[in-house]
């Protein structure tokens, strides 16, 4: 893994990489996994060319290792992410990114009329579909797609 | 029944039920109606909170509850002072929890009933969250339909009028598919069944038609569930002056049916059964009104424990 691009980052001595996140929901994925207060150092690379995804982000997370349920989180949004744990600049752990069975609080209902909408409450989604992605509003029963899901 | 138990237990979604406690419930709903008990639900206090105007629905459940001994406290809209004050639904629920046995809840908001459910300890029965669900108007439409054609399977199930806006149609053909019903869906192309319903109906392998013209499919009906298409829900004023009138259903469609179609509706109508067909003996949506009567003491006198 020391290609050019790779280069351009530089590397971590122990944390998280994310990589083959599609560019545009690079920032997302840093919001769900709530970066933006991070103590460490972060490097983000956007635009970088790939040719499943045409323009991917890569995060790297020093000094903080990424548990499976926030790896979840980030299949919303990437379900093709690969997450490498790096332990003293190497590899230890490859998580795998799949779909939970259910999304507790991180997705917005795209029901104006839902009252998780309208009151100070939770949200919570059951997965109904993987492929093509649909989830349920556990409230207001609405079915939404990957293109109507935004991030609380 | 095995491995039924009803007690403790919200009435929020019709999603909620299998196929054999649909059937229980009914079966329940049939025994009571057969011999009432003016003492079931005796010292049983429910909470009627109606967020929303509601005529038939509120007076049903205060009958339910009253003819079987129990009694009910609450409000209707235009008395709700906590809300002017700014309540939250999850306040008001925890305070109506302290002072009744169950909450029956109708409001404006989706998904309103499913969070009362979370916030209290009690049973809560969903009588209506906006244009989501109205599940004991489905277990009363099932019954009628039951009592009319002596079984629910196999049947020739017609939807009429706003099938895009209309919760009980909704309703009404996820619980039909537990029961093999070919259906229906009648409507103008704007008002069509959402997709997500439709892909749910194939995915389950239920055989439906798209039409636009009843008489296109009116011989081949056993029930026709006619629905108002409901100005409240239309967005846009001009688009409801466009199809109010789309449907006007009079005496001719009797000659153009089967003798024994039987066409039911949730009322209220506006135009769309014209009262000649009130005397038919195909015209049972007052009786089905008449149903959420059994329906709701059923459920209440399950939920509460009081039948097992």
């Given at each position: 893994m020391t290609s050019k691009k790779e280069l351009k980052v530089p590397g971590i001595k122990d944390g998280t990489v994310i990589d083959h996140i599609p560019s545009r929901v690079t920032f997302k994925v840093m919001r769900i996994l709530d970066l933006q207060e991070y103590k460490h150092v972060i490097s983000v690379v956007l635009n970088l060319r790939s040719k499943t995804l045409g323009k991917k982000g890569i995060i790297k997370i020093g000094s903080r290792i990424l548990t499976q349920d926030e790896v979840n989180k980030i299949s919303l949004l990437a379900p093709n992410a690969t997450v490498n744990i790096i332990s003293n600049y190497e590899v230890k752990e490859k998580i795998k990114v799949s779909l939970p069975d259910e999304i507790r609080n991180i997705v917005k209902c795209?029901?104006?009329?839902c009252i998780t909408n309208n009151e100070k409450v939770n949200t919570l989604f059951n997965i109904i579909n993987k492929s093509p992605l649909q989830v349920l509003c556990h409230h207001c029963e609405r079915v939404m797609g990957s293109d109507d899901i935004t991030l609380i | 029944m095995d491995n039924i138990t009803f007690k403790g237990r919200d009435i929020i979604s019709i999603r909620d039920f299998s196929k054999k406690e649909l059937l229980y419930i009914l079966s329940i709903a049939k025994k009571i109606e057969k011999n009432p008990n003016n003492e079931l639900l005796k010292h049983s206090l429910a909470s009627l909170l109606f967020y929303e105007p509601s005529t038939r629905t509120r007076l049903s459940f205060a009958s339910a509850i009253k003819r079987l001994g129990g009694n009910t406290i609450g409000f209707a809209r235009g008395e709700v002072s906590s809300l002017k004050k700014g309540e939250t639904l999850w306040d008001t629920i925890k305070m109506a929890e302290q002072y009744s046995d169950v909450i029956i809840i109708r409001h404006p908001l989706e998904g309103a009933a499913r969070l009362a459910a979370e916030a209290a300890e009690i049973p809560v029965i969903n009588a209506g969250d906006g244009a989501n669900q109205h599940p004991t108007q489905t277990l009363l439409d099932l019954y009628t339909i039951q009592k009319e054609k002596?079984?629910?399977?196999?049947l020739n199930i017609g939807f009429l009028g706003d099938l895009k806006y209309g919760r009980t149609v909704h309703s009404l053909a996820i619980a039909l598919s537990h029961f093999n019903s070919k259906m229906f869906f009648i409507s103008p192309n704007a008002l069509k069944m959402p997709k997500h319903y439709i892909d749910e109906l194939k995915q389950k392998k239920i055989k439906f038609t798209e039409v636009q013209n009843l008489s296109k499919v009116?011989?081949?009906?056993d029930v026709l569930y006619v629905t108002r298409i409901q100005k409240?829900?239309?967005?846009?004023p001009l688009e409801y002056e466009k199809y109010k009138n789309a449907y006007q259903l009079d005496k001719s469609l009797l000659n153009e049916s089967k003798k024994n179609l039987a066409i039911m509706h949730p009322?209220?109508?506006?135009?769309?059964?014209?009262?000649?067909?009130?005397?038919?003996?195909?015209?049972i949506y007052f009786k089905q009104a008449g149903n959420g009567i059994p329906i709701r003491q059923a459920l209440l006198a399950l939920i509460l424990g009081k039948i097992k």
């Open positions: 795209s029901n104006p009329k | 002596g079984k629910l399977e196999n009116s011989k081949q009906l409240e829900r239309f967005p846009d009322l209220p109508r506006v135009g769309e059964i014209n009262p000649e067909l009130d005397d038919t003996p195909n015209a």
